[in-house]
Structure formats: C-alpha cells, structure tokens
C-alpha cells in the first residue's frame, strides 16, 4: 500500500490510524534516510496506541518504553547501533515477541534478527514534488 502525504500532520495521523488498528505482539519496521519522518509516524502511532506523554528517537538508549497506551509500546531507534550483540544485551527478544507493539527505527540495519513476520514501512522523499512531499509505502513482509 503507497500513501502520499504533504505535511508532518498528514504522515502523523497515517501512524495514528496504525496505532488505532495495531494488533498485539506486532512488529514495524522504518526504513528511510535522516529527517525523512520515521519519528513524526511514530508519534502518530504512539497516539493512536493512547499515549500522551512525548515520543522522540531514544538517543543514549536503543529502546523507550511507553507503558500508558492500550498495548504496550516499544520504541527502537538502532541507528547507532554498532552490532547485533548489542541487541541481544538488551533482550530484544522480550520486546520483539511480547503482546506488545514494536516500532523499530532504522530496522533495515539489524534485518538479520527481524522477525518472521513484521510490517514495513518505508518512506521516501521526492524532491520534484516538493519539500514536505513524501512517499509512504506499506508492506507485509514474510521472511523466507
Ligand atoms: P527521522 O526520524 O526519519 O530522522 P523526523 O521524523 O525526526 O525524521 O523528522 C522529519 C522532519 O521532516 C520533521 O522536521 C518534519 O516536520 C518534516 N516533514 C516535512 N514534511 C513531512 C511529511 N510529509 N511527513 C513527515 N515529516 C515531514
Ligand atoms: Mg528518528
């Protein structure tokens, strides 16, 4: 599924309706270059889970935990991550496959531990369409 969006706000309530909808134990994934609105959808979704507080990328940890929504939410930003042990020191397992929902930020640099089974989210700019112009595109992956 491809949406456009035209403004933060647009991309913001794109995540919200997903927060609204989000299932137990899901997982999504973000994929998009710096400054393109991973964390703008992830408020959104954050919002749409029932959480109040503010959301914002996890900077000296790689996971926030939000426990105020409807389901829990897990929120990883692994940009700076340097390996995958890195992930196994703070039991993302536990995160991954709980009753849970997970939003990991720059998923496409762990891809080896995903899960089977996750939604991503990949979302692209466009210079010709302008500034605050971006594609959304929504996929069902199944891992092999
Ligand atoms: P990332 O987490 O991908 O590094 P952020 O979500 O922190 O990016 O920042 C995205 C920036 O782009 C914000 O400053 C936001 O206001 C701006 N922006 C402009 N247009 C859009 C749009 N259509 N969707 C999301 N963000 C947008
Ligand atoms: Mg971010």
Avoid at 7 to 29: H, I, N, R
Avoid at 39 to 64: C, D, H, K, W, Y
Avoid at 70 to 95: A, K, N, S, T
Wanted: hydrophobic fraction near 35%; aromatic fraction near 12%; charge should be negative.
């Amino acid at each position: 599924m491809q949406i456009e969006t035209n403004s933060p706000e647009e991309t913001f309530q794109l995540g919200k309706k997903l927060g609204l909808e989000a299932k137990p134990g899901s997982v999504y994934t973000l994929v998009g270059d710096l400054g393109v609105g991973k964390t703008v959808f992830t408020q959104g979704m954050a919002a749409g889970l029932g959480i109040t507080e503010p959301v914002n990328s996890p900077t000296f940890t790689i996971v926030q935990v939000y426990d105020e929504g409807r389901l829990p939410f897990f929120h990883f930003d692994v940009y700076r991550i340097g390996d995958i042990e890195e992930m196994e020191e703070i039991g993302y397992e536990e995160y991954f496959y709980s009753d849970g929902v997970t939003m990991i930020e720059w998923a496409n640099l762990i891809e080896e531990i995903l899960p089977e089974t996750y939604c991503e989210i990949r979302i692209e700019k466009d210079p010709q369409k302008g500034f605050d112009y971006r594609l959304i595109t929504m996929e069902e992956v199944h891992r092999a």
